[in-house]
């Protein structure tokens, strides 16, 4: 209660310190926050909030942090704004049921960060307890948080008050070592906040923070898996022979690459046993559904259903996987790969990079938005998010792909760019990748199979493209091969270069090699 009262939570009604799983369960179904599905799974509804609200995400503009913080990707917030609204949340709090869960991110022991996650509901405690790193309890007695979540969806902000623009807000406060969520009950903004604390800290330490996931091979060799949504970063990484690291975020430091998480926050629509086995079967009890529709009386889910949202998600510890990594830690990575889903149909579908093409597609962060898949989008449009995760990096792109480059030389690491998008034309003419070709390369990329055989230089986006490739037909390496239209595919692509160099154009401080390892428009 002392610890409560320092961040003016006081008055409380009932602590609820570090339950078990099926405690929190319990807590949860009595307060009906949700139902147990037939795997034994708990499903919830978030109500309007299906998704992170990035608009409404902020950090306090504090004096020690403010020549730090990439302020084009985040919005601040005055101190005076954030102590009166979290006044206001902390108002709100009093006389109501508390649940917090203290552990870790980081599973590097020396590199760890002790969080604490106060939660207004018992399922957004359960996910924090699943989601992060868990601790013994010989560790707990000890347990020194050194930033606490505060996760309240029922409290709603005054945007004509509170200076925010909306009923919800994630707000994070360096100085005050605390993060203030409110007005959501979607609960990877928990996730995500802390995600966005790590990406601060961790470059501070030399450590370079990643959204991507990582595995291990047989023999110990680690690789890495960057991608935006949609671009199979997740099908790619769980390979059932290979063990998971982990699905999301982690760092890489001197000693090598290690989880940033306990667990793992998996999409869910469209999922069947038989394409992602153990993401499916990892869906029991212990874990956390949000926003899957469930047969009211046999309480089974239908995976296949978007009714409530498309951004249906499962929430379960890692060691749910069979053969994870624990504690999730390995060596320096052998292979790092870049996955992009280009419907335009011109990047090709595996390619070399340099150390300095590395840096300019990390911070180009590209892939695309298909037509239809939001309103007014009538034809494929180039995205870029820096990083492979603009909204969660609180420093310019520069400092992460500084470290990324160091890194990449410093252990000699292979770099690939592997198109997961279409092929033979662009969407709505060509095709989708035929997954079984992409599974062909990565594992060639892996094996050290790519490492001996002949290239050829992309002309246009200056990419070293192998001729061969085990497992896969030869014409389908070089994209233009598999367009019938050879003029439309050099219009096409050189349309692609443009948004490229357009989108490189944003940023200062890119070194002169790495801007010339871009595309060439001049062809």
């Excluded at 996760?151 to 605390?178: M, Q, V």
């Excluded at 671009?231 to 760092?251: C, N, V, Y």
């Excluded at 749910?320 to 335009?344: N, R």
């Excluded at 892996?446 to 992309?458: K, M, S």
């Amino acid at each position: 209660m002392e610890k409560l009262a320092k961040i003016g939570l006081t008055n409380v009604k009932q602590v609820y310190k570090n339950l078990s799983v099926p405690r929190l369960i319990e807590e949860a179904l009595k307060r009906k926050e949700g139902f147990l599905t037939d795997s034994g799974a708990l499903n919830v509804y978030t109500g309007k909030y299906t998704g992170r609200s990035p608009n409404d995400k902020f950090i306090v503009d504090e004096p020690s942090v403010h020549d730090d913080i990439w302020w084009g990707n985040n919005k601040p917030i005055s101190p005076e704004k954030f102590e009166k609204l979290l006044h206001r949340l902390q108002a709100y709090l009093q006389n109501r049921d508390l649940f917090i869960f203290d552990g870790f991110v980081g599973a590097d022991p020396k590199l760890r960060l002790p969080i604490r996650v106060i939660n207004e509901y018992a399922y957004q405690n359960l996910f924090a307890h699943q989601l992060f790193l868990r601790p013994t309890d010989e560790e707990l007695k000890t347990h020194d948080p050194q930033f606490t979540v505060i996760a309240a969806p029922g409290f709603k902000a005054i945007p004509e008050l509170d200076g925010t623009n909306s009923e919800a807000f994630i707000i994070i406060s360096f100085e005050k070592k605390l993060i203030i969520i409110g007005g959501t009950h979607y609960a990877g903004e928990i996730k995500k906040s802390i995600f966005s604390i790590m990406n601060y800290l961790m470059p501070k330490k030399g450590v370079l923070s990643m959204h991507c996931s990582a595995n291990m091979g047989g023999d110990g060799s680690t690789a890495l898996f960057f991608g935006l949504s949609g671009t199979g970063k997740t099908t790619l990484s769980a390979d059932p022979d290979r063990m998971l690291i982990g699905d999301d975020e982690h760092g890489w430091s001197d000693d090598g690459i290690f989880n940033f998480e306990g667990g793992c926050y998996a999409k869910c629509i469209n999922l069947t046993e038989e394409r992602e086995p153990q993401i499916y079967r990892a869906i029991k009890f212990g874990a956390v559904l949000e926003n899957v529709v469930i047969d009211e009386e046999k309480r089974i889910p239908d995976y296949d259903s978007d009714r409530v949202t498309e951004n249906t998600r499962a929430a379960y510890p890692v060691d749910f996987i069979p053969g994870a990594v624990i504690p999730g830690v390995g060596g320096h990575p052998k292979t790092v790969v870049f996955l992009t889903a280009d419907a335009f149909g011109v990047l090709p579908p595996i390619a070399k990079l340099s150390r300095e093409q590395a840096m300019y597609y990390f911070i180009s962060g590209y892939t695309s938005k298909l037509a239809g898949t939001e309103r007014g989008i009538t034809e494929p449009q180039a995205t870029f998010s820096s990083c492979f995760g603009a909204p969660f990096l609180p420093l310019s792109p520069m400092v992460y792909a500084k470290l990324l480059g160091e890194r990449i030389e410093k252990y000699d690491a292979n770099v690939f760019l592997v198109n997961t998008g279409w092929t033979g034309g662009p969407y709505g003419v060509g095709n989708r990748m035929n997954l079984k070709y992409t599974r062909a390369m990565i594992k060639a990329a892996l094996n050290g199979e790519l490492d001996n055989v002949a290239y050829e230089q992309d002309p246009i986006f200056n990419l070293m493209i192998p001729k061969t490739c085990p497992g896969v037909p030869e014409n389908v390496l070089n994209p233009r091969n598999t367009w019938q239209d050879k003029a439309a595919y050099d219009e096409t692509a050189k349309k692609l270069a443009a948004s490229f160099k357009k989108n490189i154009g944003k940023f200062e401080g890119i070194a002169p090699e790495v801007l010339a390892a871009g595309p060439k428009l001049e062809v």
